[in-house]
């Protein structure tokens, strides 16, 4: 079945970084476009950076343009979310999204999530 685990969330100070992963397995990795979404409390979730299954396409919400860096190996089954300049305001459960086609279906698939959290 289709698994999506994310890791690399934690604690980091106003201005530091981290490195979102997500291991994909029990769908063609390669096929898909791949996001991350966050939700923090008492919010709605967003989207916050999508790649092409090729990775030769990203797009990034306005807030965290120029911040984050979205990327992936197919060779690893696995999508990155590169976070720099971390901000309050980021903070939010991470989670991996896959969205794709197979048999003439559409197929939608979230991880558990990883908890992000920025202060100091």
């Known amino acids: 079945q289709v698994q999506l685990v994310e890791s690399g969330g934690g604690l980091v100070q106003p201005g530091g970084s981290l490195t979102l992963s997500c291991a994909a397995s029990?769908?063609?990795?390669?096929?898909?476009?791949m996001s991350w979404y966050r939700q923090a409390p008492g919010k709605e979730r967003e989207l916050v950076a999508t790649?092409?299954?090729?990775?030769?396409?990203?797009n990034y919400a306005n807030s965290v343009k120029g911040r984050f860096t979205i990327s992936r190996d197919n060779a690893k089954n696995t999508v990155y979310l590169q976070m720099n300049s971390l901000k309050p305001e980021d903070t939010a459960v991470y989670y991996c999204?896959?969205?794709?086609?197979?048999?003439?279906?559409?197929?939608?698939?979230w991880g558990q999530g990883t908890q992000v959290t920025v202060s100091s």
């Open positions: 999204n896959a969205d794709f086609w197979r048999y003439g279906l559409r197929h939608n698939y």
């Open positions: 029990g769908f063609t990795f390669s096929n898909s476009p």
């Open positions: 790649i092409s299954s090729t990775g030769g396409s990203t």
